[in-house]
T-cell receptor
Framework: DAGVIQSPRHEVTEMGQEVTLRCKPI?????LFWYRQTMMRGLELLIY????????DSGMPEDRFSAKMPNASFSTLKIQPSEPRDSAVYFC???????????????FGAGSRLTVL | KQEVTQIPAALSVPEGENLVLNCSFT??????LQWFRQDPGKGLTSLLL?????REQTSGRLNASLDKSSGRSTLYIAASQPGDSATYLC????????FGTGTRLLVSP
């Protein structure tokens, strides 16, 4: 398996533009997570899905952020309109509960580095 | 609300040294405690997971321990190597993980 695939790896855009980040989870994983990482706040969970259904979006900072998972192999995180404070690395991760532990062992993608000017 | 803290923020050691990374959490009613490694420009790699009913987990030169009563977990790295240089993060939770801010480790030859 190629792992969790994110695109684009780098995105530079101007304030006010729409940004769409994409994620392809590992086949067979039924959980998908979107995290944001900044120097100031570290890693923060934005939203997660189970079987394509959003379970908890309490980490989504504002209405400018939205996420969808139309099928088991694809998810998007959209920011519209983007602002400079949205600059961060956005990670997608997927998992399936461990058979023994029931705990999610996450596999992370390489991240999408977003810079909003 | 669970808060996870890692001290120190950075650590530099010579190759071959044994070292301990610390992770503290505020709520002792934890589910699982995980340790991750992050290399520059890359995502996180899961290293070890300790269930709340366990005291420690081992993988190769890595040993992670959990003390819920004191709200602490430690990651022990034996015989450190330059290839161990990375940022190490701990995280607590079940589906929703709360991450610490990480310890950046540099192992010099």
């Amino acid at each position: 398996d190629a792992g969790v695939i994110q695109s684009p790896r780098h995105e530079v855009t101007e304030m006010g533009q729409e940004v769409t980040l994409r994620c392809k989870p590992i086949s067979g994983h039924d959980y998908l997570f979107w995290y944001r990482q900044t120097m100031m706040r570290g890693l923060e969970l934005l939203i997660y899905f189970n079987n394509n259904v959003p379970i908890d979006d309490s980490g989504m900072p504002e209405d400018r952020f939205s996420a969808k998972m139309p099928n088991a192999s694809f998810s998007t995180l959209k920011i519209q309109p983007s602002e400079p404070r949205d600059s961060a690395v956005y990670f997608c991760a997927s998992s399936k509960p461990g058979q023994v532990t029931g705990a999610n062992v996450l596999t992370f993608g390489a991240g999408s580095r977003l810079t909003v000017l | 609300k669970q808060e996870v803290t890692q001290i120190p923020a950075a650590l530099s050691v010579p190759e071959g040294e044994n070292l301990v990374l610390n992770c503290s959490f505020t709520d002792s009613a934890i589910y699982n405690l995980q340790w991750f490694r992050q290399d520059p420009g890359k995502g996180l790699t899961s290293l070890l997971l300790i269930q709340s009913s366990q005291r420690e987990q081992t993988s190769g030169r890595l040993n992670a321990s959990l003390d819920k009563s004191s709200g602490r977990s430690t990651l022990y790295i034996a015989a450190s190597q330059p290839g161990d240089s990375a940022t190490y993060l701990c995280a607590e939770g079940f589906q929703k993980l709360v991450f610490g801010t990480g310890t950046r480790l540099l192992v010099s030859p």
